[in-house]
């Protein structure tokens, strides 16, 4: 590192230092949503229960009409389509759009989870290797221009209605033994914090600091348990509390769909990650993403905890029930048309007709709703349609702020120039 006047060095150490810890912390103890779901093994319920979870976790829609792709949507996503859905012009595009440097043109393959990967049995890149091994020359130049035709006709809604088995999907699920938290940083930090840390935020409340709150009656005061008062409102308004079933729904397509999915998202790489970037996502194109979330969200925990914070800042943090399933679909689409078209007739074709998940003992129950969680595009299906909501609270935040009604983050002339003539170039272009 190089050195600087003595202060300067003290502070950088510090920071590399307080980077360094937070980094470790984060890798030693962080551990994914699938991983830690696997930990608590499959859930394998009876028939009856299956059924119950099934209803409850992949729901069916609820918005007024048919949420499956209208006529509309499909002309818009021949415009948006590679090769504006013309098939050998699509082929053209693709392959010139996955062509690597140094290499011949071509639609880029891509490799499943292998055996050693957590997740149900079902078909791995094993599978398919052994596929290719077992081949002559010319039946692996033949099935590779299958499967180039049908990543082409999946990538421009162009496939026939006799390929819709493979939107069906085995649905299994995994014990969730308690809530996942946020990697190193969750809010009993916080409170441990508050408890031990002195200051006025940690000094007994005495009887003086307590105003009486409610209605007085004559010669005394209305009081009651918290504890027997939830009870108390549930037995007035006949409302009953339903306990969540403990378990995650995951849905377990095709080898067939998960691999043209992924290759499809392998052209798309460049588009996405200026896509998420955009809507200010951590972590985007990086191995790992949601460590650099966990990452930074300790290291501001820290500033705060040493008092180095300039100003306060808001944290929100939300942890929606079933997200994944709960998004309807004429959102994801209209939230993928926006942000990235090229995907939109795939999102069409999935949506073009009811599905269905299937389990063992259990009769096949439709599905015409949420982003599957399980499916190579759902957390790209899911991220655009909550990125949509959260641009859109953001413009409005930014406007009372470029109006004077909120002040910027930084009270910086210079940072604060600049952000006013990123909004104005936004407002410009929205306009466009």
Known sequence: MMRTAGGDTAI???????????????????????????????????????????????????????????????AAAQDCAWGKGDMRQARKEMREAGKRPGSHAGIPVVKLAPWSAP????????????????????????????LDELTVRWAINALPPTCR????????????????????????????????????????????????????????????????????????????TEEPPKVRPIQMGEWLRRWVSRRNLALNKADIEKVTVAMRQLGVGTAGGAE???????????????????????????????????????????????????????ICWKHAAVSHVKQRDVG?????????????????????????????ARAEVHGQQRRGELPWSSSAPEATSAAEREFDARAVRHAE
């Open 12 to 74: 950088l150490d510090d920071e590399e230092r307080r980077g360094r810890r937070a980094r470790e912390q984060t890798a030693a103890g962080a551990r994914s949503k699938a991983v830690k779901g696997l930990v608590g093994g499959v859930a394998p319920g009876d028939p009856e229960a299956r059924q119950q979870w099934t209803t409850r976790l992949i729901p069916r829609s609820e918005v007024r009409g048919d949420p499956c792709t209208r006529e509309a949507e499909r």
């Open 119 to 146: 997740g149900p049995s079902g078909d791995r890149q094993e599978h398919v290797d052994d596929m290719y091994r077992g081949c002559t020359p010319g039946q692996r130049r033949r099935l590779n221009r299958v």
């Open 165 to 240: 088995w493979m939107m069906n999907t085995h649905a299994l699920f995994l014990r969730k033994e308690r809530e996942p938290t946020s990697k190193e940083f969750d809010d009993d930090e916080w409170i441990q914090w508050l408890l031990e840390g002195g200051d006025e935020w940690s000094q007994p409340v005495t009887d003086a600091d307590v105003e009486a709150v409610g209605p007085e009656a004559e010669g005394g005061s209305q009081s009651m348990d918290v504890d027997s008062a939830a009870p108390a409102a549930v037995a007035a308004t006949g409302a009953a």
């Open 292 to 346: 650099a979330l966990a990452l930074f969200q300790q290291v501001v925990y820290e500033l705060w905890k040493e008092g180095r914070l300039e100003r306060p800042l808001a944290r929100v943090k939300i942890d929606e029930t079933n997200c994944f399933g709960r998004l309807e679909w004429p959102a994801i689409r209209r939230a993928v048309y926006e942000a990235l078209p090229r995907h939109f007739p795939v």
């Open 364 to 392: 096949p129950m439709p599905k015409d709703q949420g982003a599957e969680q399980g499916d190579v595009d759902g957390p790209l299906e899911c991220s655009l349609t909550l990125g949509e909501v959260s641009s859109s």
